[in-house]
């Protein structure tokens, strides 16, 4: 099935002699150099909806996902733990993942082949990202998906269906990892689609991931316009999932913030830290490893002391040109040391 009026751009930074601009890949998931155009950013000077090929998803769900809680792990009765022990992700984890949504190989590894065996790839590609820690596999399912069209409720953006997030979790249990359910809201409200998600994230083994490049406000429309979020929009969540994991007797929730630019984040400095709660800060600049290097300098310096530092890499999209995939041992060499890598 294909995801109508769906396609999606990809904001991407690339040097030029006048200095880092912007540039906008209009694609029909989020990696496909073949239907691309350079613009400055915003907005796009071509249309979203027309001369573009979507690949093949599955058919998400408009509505509201059922208040019925997931499958519960087995060993629910026990005390609630994170999946490999204790009750808090760091100092012990650093995380490492892919993300994406199943059919759609444009959105992102982990929607390629069989589960299992993504998740076993996660594993391998993990144990260079050891170092002191140990690994805790993530799979970063995009579970509120944005859309170029508003859709029957106006919000741009649809939920996917909760026999595919089911998957995902049952997936995840059999190898011991986490689920984060990434949210591009389009111009719903990050903390709507969280409450949305709450049978989800009443589990030990699922947190989060927000995307507010997708995140658009009043008559703003998602990849003509740079989404955005704010401090008190980010801590509303947090507190969200704080007092859940207090209620719920819950390990540690990861919280992901993806970023690609300074302007996606507003009013930083009013982020708090807030009890169960690790917030990460995944910084999503893609390009060669210079420019991505240059991109996590920016977006890290002067960074909220609530986040942990995360890092994304993009399969495709970093490899476009005379380009080349960042090493794990050049990512080990950033400074703050990534907590989370994802790989997209």
Request: aromatic share 6%; glycine share 10%; net charge positive.
């Amino acid at each position: 099935m294909v995801l109508q009026g769906w396609v999606r751009p990809r904001a991407r930074r690339a040097r030029t002699a006048a200095g880092l601009v912007l540039a906008v890949t209009l694609i029909g998931g989020c990696s496909d150099s073949s239907a691309s155009q350079t613009a400055k950013f915003p907005p796009l000077s071509a249309g979203l909806e027309g001369g573009v090929t979507r690949p093949p998803v599955v058919t998400p769900s408009s509505s509201p996902l059922p208040s019925s809680s997931p499958s519960p792990s087995p060993s629910a009765t026990a005390p609630r733990e994170l999946p490999r022990g204790g009750t808090t992700l760091f100092p012990r984890y650093r995380l490492v993942g892919y993300c994406g949504v199943p059919g759609s190989a444009g959105m992102g590894r982990l929607g390629i082949g069989r589960l299992d065996d993504r998740v076993k790839e996660i594993e391998k590609v993990g144990r260079a990202y050891r170092g002191t820690r140990e690994v805790m596999p993530v799979l970063e399912l995009i579970a509120v998906v944005v859309h170029a069209s508003p859709g029957k409720d106006g919000m741009y953006r649809s939920r996917i269906d909760r026999a595919i997030i089911q998957t995902h979790l049952d997936a995840a249990r059999r190898h011991k990892a986490l689920l984060l359910l990434n949210v591009q809201p389009g111009r719903a409200k990050f903390i709507d689609e969280v409450r949305a998600l709450e049978p989800w994230l009443r589990e030990p083994d699922v947190g989060l991931a927000l995307d507010p490049e997708w995140a658009v406000k009043g008559s703003g429309v998602p990849g003509r316009v740079f989404g955005q979020t704010t401090g008190a929009e980010i801590n509303e969540v947090q507190s969200y999932v704080s007092q859940l994991v207090a209620r719920e007797s819950l390990p540690q929730k990861a919280i992901v913030v993806h970023q690609l630019s300074p302007q996606i984040i507003r009013t930083e400095a009013a982020i708090k830290r807030y009890p169960g709660v690790a917030l990460i800060k995944s910084v999503d600049g893609i390009g060669p490893p210079g420019a991505k290097r240059g991109t996590w300098t920016r977006l890290t310096k002067g960074m909220a002391k609530a986040f942990h530092p995360g890092f994304k890499l993009f399969y495709v999209e970093d490899e476009e040109g005379a380009s080349r995939l960042m090493t794990p041992a050049e990512v080990m060499a950033l400074w703050p040391l990534p907590e989370y890598v994802m790989y997209e």
